[in-house]
């Protein structure tokens, strides 16, 4: 069965470092989709994704993240300077745009970041 | 504001035993309602979801959920749970016309064999 995935699976920085997070969706896959889950808290949506631009992002999803899909297979999240409140796990995901798993959203096994 | 609340955080059980997680969600238009299971250290994997139709919607492992929409409810239910099943259980919400789904807090079941 297809999977995301993503990488790295930990991830350690710096508070004020920046950090990209990287993710390849399922390949026929078009919506593509960030959330994050902080220690003890829910898994929340930061944004998604489609045709190049951000289609859907939350009050979390301030100037200091950004998105992007560099090339045919990758989908980033970036963070520019990272704070200690962005330690949390970050979860990729990505749906169809048709079909019978249309409006489900397959997820990745998630990367932990840790800023010190 | 959408919501989801999961009211069992944490559900131990023996191997046999019936369970039932509660999910209810407040919103008031038309939504799609999920069910994520999460075994440690892997991503998280759908059970079953409800988009229209019968409101007793079965999924995989043995899982079904019924929606009762006067209750905005979608409470996930397995007659007879195994050591296997232990794991974070996630209910969701996406309303229609949205992307975002809105979780729940999770429930950690803990199947004692």
């Known amino acids: 069965e297809p999977e995301v995935t993503q990488t790295p699976s930990h991830q350690v920085t710096q508070m004020g470092q920046e950090v990209i997070l990287r993710c390849v969706p399922i390949s026929n896959h078009l919506y593509f989709y960030w959330y994050r889950q902080i220690l003890g808290q829910k898994v929340e949506f930061l944004v998604s994704f489609y045709n190049n631009e951000i289609s859907e992002k939350s009050e979390i999803f301030d100037d200091q993240f950004s998105v992007e899909r560099p090339d045919g297979s990758n989908f980033t999240l970036k963070i520019r300077s990272t704070k200690l409140e962005d330690s949390a796990m970050y979860f990729c995901?990505?749906?169809?745009?048709?079909?019978?798993?249309?409006?489900?959203?397959?997820f990745g096994a998630g990367t932990r970041l840790s800023v010190l | 504001a959408q919501s989801v609340s999961q009211h069992n955080h944490h559900v131990i059980l023996s191997e046999a035993a019936s369970l039932e997680l509660g999910c209810n969600y407040s919103y008031g238009g038309t939504v799609n309602l999920f069910w994520y299971v999460q075994y440690p250290g892997q991503h998280l994997q759908l059970l079953l979801k409800?988009?229209?139709?019968?409101?007793l919607v079965k999924g995989i492992k043995g899982f079904e959920a019924e929606f009762i929409k006067s209750k905005f409810s979608f409470n996930l239910r397995k007659p007879s749970v195994q050591w296997s099943d232990t794991a974070e259980y996630f209910c969701a919400v996406r309303a229609t016309g949205t992307y975002k789904y809105i979780f729940g807090t999770g429930t950690r079941l803990k199947v004692l064999a």
């Open positions: 995901a990505s749906s169809a745009e048709q079909g019978a798993t249309k409006n489900i959203q397959y």
């Open positions: 409800y988009f229209s139709g019968d409101p």
